[in-house]
């Protein structure tokens, strides 16, 4: 038995934060190679200026889906939200530096007020979280179709400056997408609220039981979700210059980002998971994609990639509770509970 435990001792160890980043750092050597065979430097300036502006629109739409899924719940409306508030904010700038600050306020407040009918109607009308923004998603779809056949708006040129600069080959965007990732790891971490987003995600019978809230969690998860998808539409429209009321749905960032969290080893049942581990899932499909256009890779087989890599990790980490799941019964058949000087494992009595 112990032989058999060892031998897996260091993969069991590892968390799975810890394979997230070590795909990460196979993915930079792999990746280094293959663009070196291709003529270009992995390492120079534009092309890592290039991956962490790719990581800057997803990874605000997987921090926000991160908090839905570990309490339980998903989002499938962020990409229409991510083109909402593009559009109202160029709409509301309309090339006027004056009119920055109201076009930003406007555009996250109307994702902060989806996110909020998103977690009622979750946690209110008892209706899943795929359902229930799967409907808002197609709410926000069908206002978008009829309104607009088109861009909107002008954002002014000092907005544009947020999408366009950076300190060095590290963009503004990528800055304030790790400002929003560290504040929602302590929110996670360091308040009620955060707690209380794992428990009920983890057993909502439990949670409830134990005095918490259900809705509580609920509708914060689903109101930061929107409000990160509004964070991505800003970006969007400060790299366009204009408002879309294609490119979040375009750009696919809806199952992306939860292939995105899936990959950082967040339970899709929710309860288990980081933002660190989401970021890492982030930056390999950045990698991916960066790697695969300096190659000339066919967009569809990009998608086949995609699919393998995902397939795979969650394999791994499927793989990777089995192993860790206590031992009940000795070699000789027995339970350990009769073995003599043996005792359950706590996990097993809980």
Request: charged share 10%; aromatic share 6%.
């Amino acid at each position: 038995m112990n032989k058999a435990s060892g031998g897996g001792s260091i993969f069991s160890r590892l968390s799975s934060t810890h394979i997230v980043y070590l795909v990460a750092l196979l993915t930079l050597a792999v990746g280094s190679i293959l663009v070196a065979t291709a003529g270009r430097s992995f390492f120079s300036p534009g092309n890592i200026s290039s991956i962490l502006t790719g990581t800057s629109v997803l990874g605000f739409i997987a921090i926000g889906q991160t908090l839905v899924i570990l309490v339980g719940s998903l989002d499938l409306s962020v990409p229409y939200v991510t083109s909402l508030a593009s559009l109202i904010a160029a709409g509301v700038m309309a090339n006027n530096s004056a009119n920055v600050l109201a076009g930003v306020l406007l555009a996250l407040g109307v994702s902060a007020l989806i996110g909020l009918f998103n977690g009622l109607i979750v946690s209110g009308l008892k209706v899943h979280g795929f359902i229930a923004t799967l409907g808002m998603g197609l709410i926000i779809s069908g206002y978008l179709a009829t309104n607009f056949k088109g861009s909107f708006g002008q954002t002014p040129f000092s907005f544009r400056l947020v999408g366009a600069t950076g300190l060095g080959p590290v963009p503004i965007s990528t800055l304030i997408m790790l400002a929003c990732a560290g504040l929602a790891m302590l929110l996670l971490h360091r308040t009620r609220v955060g707690h209380q987003i794992y428990a009920v995600g983890g057993n909502p019978n439990v949670a409830r039981m134990s005095g918490i809230r259900i809705q509580t969690p609920v509708i914060t998860a689903h109101v930061i979700c929107s409000l990160m998808a509004g964070m991505a539409g800003l970006l969007l429209a400060s790299r366009l210059g204009v408002g879309s009321p294609t490119v979040g749905s375009q750009g696919g960032y809806d199952l992306l980002s939860i292939a995105a969290v899936v990959l950082g080893g967040t339970l899709l049942a929710g309860g288990k998971g980081t933002i660190t581990g989401t970021l890492g899932g982030v930056l390999i499909f950045a990698m991916m994609d960066n790697i695969m256009s300096v190659m000339q890779v066919n967009p569809f087989l990009k998608d086949v990639v995609r699919g393998i890599v995902i397939v795979v990790a969650v394999a791994v980490y499927a793989r990777r509770r089995i192993v860790n799941r206590p031992p009940r019964f000795g070699h000789d058949g027995h339970s350990r509970q009769e073995m003599p000087g043996t005792e359950e494992p706590q996990e097993v009595r809980a």
